[in-house]
């Protein structure tokens, strides 16, 4: 009885989660933003996962959820990497842009 209850609660909270992180992804006005909030998906999805598990009684949710965790760390860092290149070749640009203009 209550470990239903407490199913439930965890299952409308990470809906909740869910909803808004989806609107920050959306809605983020920087790419560090929408990098996070997808970050943020995975842990909820994670924990999805993991509700799941525990509803149904099946560990093989839990193995799922782990592989889904090593994957979404490898997503986020590339992303960050992603990142970092492009804020350098515009660094680059701006550069070479800055040397041709006051060259004779």
Known sequence: MFLDQAELIALYLLSASFLLTVMRVILGPTLPDRILSLDMLVSVVIGFIAVIGIRSGFTLYIDIAIA????????????????????????DDDAQEQAQETAP
């Not at 965790?69 to 490898?74: E, K």
């Not at 590339?78 to 660094?91: E, P, Q, S, Y």
């Open 68 to 91: 889904l965790g090593l994957v979404g760390f490898l997503a986020t860092v590339a992303f960050a990497r992603f990142v970092m290149m492009r804020g350098h070749i515009g660094d």
